[in-house]
């Protein structure tokens, strides 16, 4: 699970608070830029004091990618085809070697090799996929094997059919899942969770990034919740609730977004439900491990399916957080 930070990394304290926001959302890994020599000495800093690995993020400049491993990044992302002639790959690959660090190699869909990108008898993913192909084999030939491979692009067809691709072709390589340039918040979440959640399900994907037009901090969350829903992985609580109807009798959407706010600040992996009526709740959610139906005016507060006790509905939010409190 990774983001990457917006601020300039020439402030190494500005860039600090925010990878350590992006950790405490949920990110084992974070990526930074290294835009110019005069960002290296801030960059090591960051890396420093960081509380999670972090990873460069390298374009043109194989000078940057050497002097980011020097100040001690755990990886490198580098597009090489913008890097230049082989001999730069080399002297990257080199230094990464040397340091016992990692390499992303990734390819996008917007900056493919001009022999690549000419060719009119490949599609868009053929050709992400013969990029791809192309630098790890020369990556191996190498002998340097501590590499993850990325193919992104925009829209969600290409994605799936590239990753697919990739996963049969280079079934030992580790694959980092993105949907590029994703859009803002709504969009790239959708976009995020079709493309991705298609291709976890599958089983293809180690490493991801929801890449959202937003703060980053607002990219784990949408991460977590796509794993969380393919039972991939787990942090913090799982809300259930009902989408409301004409059968109910309190002002239901204002006490899930309470009972949703008040779960962030939870660690427990639990599940709980806010239903609206006798028709959803407790049956439904009989799975939770504490939930409210709710009736007119009042809420039945149960714990697994059975009900421990009626409150007022003024009452609901409170009574079961004392629930939630007491698991």
């Known amino acids: 699970m990774q983001s990457m930070t917006s601020t300039r990394t020439q402030d190494a304290e500005a860039t600090l608070t925010q990878v350590r926001e992006l950790a405490d959302a949920g990110c084992d890994i974070v990526r930074v830029t290294l835009p110019a020599a005069d960002a290296v000495e801030s960059f090591a800093r960051v890396c420093a004091e960081s509380p999670v690995p972090i990873v460069a993020d390298i374009h043109f400049d194989y000078n940057l990618a050497i002097a980011a491993v020097g100040a001690g990044a755990a990886k490198l992302r580098i597009n090489p085809g913008n890097i230049g002639s082989w001999d730069r790959v080399d002297a990257v690959i080199d230094a990464a070697g040397e340091a016992d660090a990692a390499i992303r190699i990734g390819v996008n869909a917007g900056s493919l090799e001009d022999d690549i990108a000419i060719r009119d008898d490949l599609t868009q993913p053929e050709k992400l996929v013969a990029s791809s192909l192309k630098f790890v084999e020369h990556f191996e030939e190498r002998g340097f094997t501590d590499i993850v491979l990325s193919a992104k692009a925009h829209d969600v067809p290409t994605t799936v059919?590239?990753?697919?691709?990739?996963?049969?072709?280079?079934?030992?390589?580790?694959?980092?899942?993105g949907v590029t340039e994703a859009g803002t918040v709504r969009q790239g979440t959708i976009k995020s969770s079709v493309g991705l959640g298609i291709l976890l399900a599958e089983g293809i994907g180690d490493t991801m990034r929801v890449s959202l037009t937003a703060d980053p901090v607002e990219e784990p969350p949408v991460a977590w919740g796509i794993l969380e829903c393919l039972g991939l992985r787990r942090r913090g609580p799982e809300l259930v609730s009902c989408p409301t109807c004409g059968r109910t009798q309190v002002d239901l959407i204002p006490i899930a977004e309470e009972v949703e706010r008040r779960l962030a600040g939870i660690a427990k992996p639990i599940t709980v439900a806010v239903m609206g009526c006798v028709v959803n709740g407790p049956g439904e959610a009989a799975g939770a491990d504490v939930g409210v139906a709710c009736g007119r005016g009042c809420g039945?507060?149960?714990r697994h399916g059975e009900v421990v006790r009626k409150v007022d509905e003024a009452d609901i939010i409170d009574e079961l957080f004392r629930e939630i409190d007491a698991l």
């Open 161 to 177: 059919e590239t990753y697919r691709a990739l996963s049969r072709e280079l079934p030992h390589v580790p694959l980092h899942l």
């Open 300 to 302: 039945l507060i149960f």
